[in-house]
């Protein structure tokens, strides 16, 4: 059987419903719009799996395949010339926001994000139609309650953390992806371009629309030698439109892929 070694990293759980302690479905998202995406998630990868069987070759994880997603409501310009694809991540975690209580009509505040970062690289090269379910189906589990280790997987797949996303401060998203298990750079980044999801973008756990796709470029400092970060496929993450109702400071969850270029 070819290809069974790129799927495994897709075969974390052979019933989601199992109830391991990592990873546990939102029981308030079965019979909706969770359980249908793990549903197609399951249905894709066994029928990938079953076609894998007839290959007379195995699928190699050579990322420069890789073709990063374009479909959006006004395209993101291309990687600059001479940039090589360096790694591909599924990003899960929180998109932040403040409010001012004593203004309810007033707009949410974006006050950064936090993230894991699980390799998703042999899925980009190799199974590219899988790829662009993992981050719908990654916002259906809860995240450990530490995801320090490397060893942790994301939802119900056996893909590893690759790295983490944070901002150093209200405008500088930051990637770390040295790990104990590989070391591809850091970098603090600066937005490039911005462009709305497509209209049929995966919503979030509560109905909150996907966050905008984003080009990003690396600050002086960045390592690894990355220089573009592109978040896309993005599910879930907007905050409402005004602060009534909510306090102070508050959290959305939020699933993305994340493409890193680098000069070669």
């Given at each position: 059987m070819y290809g069974s070694t790129i799927l495994a990293t897709l075969l974390g759980a052979s019933s989601v419903f199992a109830a391991p302690a990592w990873p546990q479905v939102r029981s308030e998202l079965i019979n909706t719009v969770g359980k249908e995406?793990?549903?197609?998630?399951?249905?894709?990868?066994?029928?990938?799996?079953?076609?894998?069987?007839?290959?007379?070759?195995?699928?190699?994880?050579?990322?420069?395949?890789?073709?990063?997603?374009?479909?959006s409501a006004t395209p993101l310009p291309t990687p600059a010339a001479g940039l090589v694809l360096k790694h591909v991540a599924i990003g899960r975690g929180t998109q932040n926001?403040?409010?001012?209580?004593?203004?309810?009509?007033?707009?949410?505040?974006a006050n950064g994000a936090l993230a894991t970062l699980f390799n998703a690289s042999c899925i980009a090269a190799s199974y590219p139609d899988l790829l662009h379910l993992l981050p719908q189906l990654a916002l259906q589990f809860d995240l450990p309650a530490t995801t320090s280790s490397t060893d942790e997987k994301m939802g119900p797949t056996n893909l590893l953390v690759s790295g983490k996303h944070f901002f150093t401060n209200t405008t500088t998203p930051f990637f770390n992806l040295d790990t104990t298990r590989s070391q591809l750079g850091e970098a603090p980044c600066s937005k490039l371009n911005a462009t709305n999801a497509p209209a049929n973008a995966p919503k979030g756990r509560q109905g909150e629309a996907a966050v905008p796709w984003l080009r990003l470029s690396a600050n002086p400092g960045?390592?690894?030698?990355?220089?573009?970060?592109?978040?896309?496929?993005?599910?879930g993450g907007s905050a409402p439109a005004t602060c009534a109702g909510m306090p102070a400071q508050f959290e959305v969850q939020y699933a993305a892929e994340y493409w890193f270029y680098a000069a070669p």
């Open positions: 995406a793990v549903s197609d998630y399951f249905n894709l990868l066994a029928q990938k799996t079953d076609a894998a069987k007839l290959l007379s070759f195995a699928p190699s994880c050579d990322v420069s395949k890789a073709q990063i997603p374009t479909v926001y403040t409010c001012d209580t004593a203004t309810p009509t007033a707009a949410p505040v960045a390592t690894g030698n990355l220089q573009q970060v592109y978040r896309v496929e993005t599910a």
